[in-house]
């Protein structure tokens, strides 16, 4: 149990950091200078020395508010940028430029920090690390796939594989690659669809590795048992997604819920390291503490390195070494449960 000790305590400022974070406003979208230039710029099309091309006509103004007829498709929306979202980059610019001239220190326009758009890649970084990410799961999927199918022995009767949990894995690989494959595609284009998307997957997967460390660190093998254990946390998932994406995108709650599921698995995972005495516990402890770490930078936010460089991005970049660690243990779990079995049969 007390392994788990020194996790409790820093998931638990982890919980406090983030419902106190989830209140705060953005400073920059209620400044009346920057909502003033927005304005203008949609109207004349010209902000400063920028020619706003999507402004010259309302037939090509894709912002939030017209109706749906009117809207151009999405893939032309996530391709082009509208008169709304460029308005908002080179006025939120200018705005940051006066407030450096003045000594002041960069403030977050509607919940994001001024970042330096690269093309049409709004945060250019995130971007290429959440690609990095999808990337070492795959690679740890398929070394997974390749270590339980040909590696280790399967069953002589049925030809599948001695661990129990190598399906549920297979699932936990998809939803992690989805999940990452929506972040690039959010901190590309910013539009409604694409942060729907990104949350509902990025709560998808917390939701499903909850199930799935519930089911590994109390040993449930029994499919009945299995369904019992997931169904409540599935039918609440399911139902939190559903309000995210059809009633209200809350983000201080989607935070608490996150939260909460991260705190149980993270609790999970560490105590039961230490009651099992599971021969790659140090691999699990390293990616539990780690992770809770890395975190951290989601609460201590900051702006933008150079324009660039954020506490989100550099998140981004620490969960890499992790993911790659993390794969490491469940193949070590695959060989160990694998190892444990045949000894028995034996």
Known sequence: MGGGVWVFQLVSLLALGF????VEASLGDIDPRYRTC???CQTTGITGENIISHCQSKENDTSVGGSWY?????????KQLNCMTDCRYFCMMQREGERQSLGL?????????PF??????????????SAMNLLVHFAGWLSFFLLVNYKLPLRPQTKRTYYEYTGLWHIYAILSMNAWFWSSIFHTRDIDLTEKLDYSSAVALLGYSLILSLLRTFNVKDEATRVMFAAPILAFVTTHILYLNFYELDYGWNMKVCVVMAVVQLLSWAIWGGVSRHPARLKLWTVVFGGALAMLLELYDFPPYMGYADAHSLWHASTIPLT??????IKDDAEFRTSTLIKKAK
């Open 70 to 78: 009117n809207q151009e498709q999405i893939y032309v929306q996530w």
């Open 116 to 129: 330096l758009r690269v093309s049409v890649f709004q945060e250019p970084l995130s971007v290429a690390l």
């Open 324 to 329: 790659y660690l993390w794969w490491s243990f």
């Open 105 to 113: 220190s960069p403030v977050k326009y509607h919940g994001k920090w």
């Open 19 to 22: 419902v106190l974070s989830s």
């Open 38 to 40: 927005v304005r203008e």
